[in-house]
């Protein structure tokens, strides 16, 4: 099946400042999403991202999916962004999604 | 617009015991999905409805885990002998149709195997 790969696994920040987080795919998709679990375990939707680009807020992402991969920008971070950020894909022609194992990320103040 | 609603919250349960969750999805969500969530890692595709047929169930331990959706809405997901190693989150999440596959994911049941 299809392999997601994310990088960094665990990232510390400071508030205040960006980062960006990469998700790798092995193969075609057909849809690819970005969640945030928060400490109560909630996975939230940031982004329906198969391809281009999107911006919501201090977040954005880009996906190119001709080259496997998307990646999450993360601006002006604060300590609420803390959590796991998880990319999930769907492969093309399967439906069936497939999860990372996600990127780590504490923000102190 | 409601979310997608699991029950329990949380459950423990002793070895060879047996447990079951429930979820509701989203008004108008065909297609519904189980995971399982292992601490430390990402959620695993148990098994995936579309209305009340099974799409996929491949990763499914079927000589324990079985589910069903039998009016394409509620699902149920059963453990019938729980294991250790079955400590896990388990998350339901809904989207419109296969192949418009968006996600929207429930709070999760915390499973704890004494």
């Known amino acids: 099946g299809i392999q997601v790969e994310q990088s960094p696994p665990d990232l510390i920040l400071q508030e205040g400042a960006n980062s960006t987080l990469r998700c790798n795919f092995s193969d075609s998709v057909n849809n690819l999403q970005w969640f945030h679990q928060n400490p109560w375990g909630q996975l939230i939707n940031l982004f329906y991202?198969?391809?281009g680009t999107k911006q919501n807020g201090r977040l954005s992402a880009t996906t190119v999916a001709t080259e496997r991969y998307s990646l999450l920008y993360i601006s002006s971070s604060q300590t609420t962004d803390s959590g796991v950020y998880f990319c999930?894909?769907?492969?093309?022609?399967?439906?069936?999604?497939?999860f990372g194992r996600g990127t780590s990320l504490i923000v102190h103040p | 617009e409601a979310g997608v609603a699991q029950s329990p919250r949380y459950k423990i349960i002793e070895k060879r015991q047996s447990v079951a969750f429930w979820c509701n999805p989203i008004s108008g969500h065909a297609t519904l999905y189980w995971y399982q969530q292992i601490l430390g890692q990402g959620p695993k595709l148990l098994i995936q409805?579309?209305?009340?047929?099974?799409?996929?169930d491949s990763q499914l331990p079927k000589d324990r885990f079985s589910a069903e959706r039998l009016k394409g809405v509620d699902s149920t997901l059963k453990i019938q002998p729980a294991k250790l190693e079955d400590s896990a989150v388990y998350l339901c999440?809904?989207?419109?149709?296969?192949?418009?596959?968006?996600?929207?994911f429930g709070p999760g049941t915390r499973l704890t195997v004494l």
């Open positions: 991202i198969p391809s």
């Open positions: 999440a809904s989207s419109f149709l296969a192949t418009v596959p968006e996600q929207f």
């Open positions: 999930a894909v769907v492969s093309g022609g399967s439906y069936i999604p497939t």
């Open positions: 409805f579309q209305n009340n047929g099974v799409v996929d």
